[in-house]
């Protein structure tokens, strides 16, 4: 079989039941601007079954953990499951020993991409990109200098 018969964008393969059963996650990187805040971060949740998308702002990345420890709670109150997975790059705010602890414990499973390939994570990888790109036109709609 030829390279060129293999599907470029594959189908993911493994179909999610109900809402929180997989959450793809990806951390932008900074900004130029900063927010009013002085957040230059923002890490992005997204669960696969319904797109249901969550952004958190941070000042660090170190923040990750914090931002997923708030929309875990807040999303399993909202829908009254448990959060399944968790798909993310090997970012080291996703590697640390104390973002594993906190998945261990909470019998949440980890499936991490593999290195320089942010399509195994397309879903998180776009939604970044779609972010930003909504967001330079609001600014430039509105005629706001980026430095705003």
Known sequence: MREDNFSRNPENTIKCAGVLDLIHSDVMDPMQTKTPGGCTYAVTFIDDFSCHVTVYFMKKKA??????????????????????????????????????????????????????????????????????????????????NKNW
């Open 63 to 144: 923040k990750v953990l914090e931002k997923f420890k708030m929309f875990k709670v807040d999303v399993e109150n909202t829908t009254g499951r448990r959060l399944k997975r968790i798909r993310s790059d090997n970012g080291g705010e996703y590697t640390g020993r104390l973002f594993k602890e906190y998945l261990s414990k909470q019998g949440i499973r980890h499936e991490k991409t593999v290195s320089y390939t942010p399509q195994q994570n397309g879903l998180a990888e776009r939604m970044n990109r779609s972010l930003v790109e909504m967001a330079r036109c609001m600014l430039y709609h509105e005629g706001i």
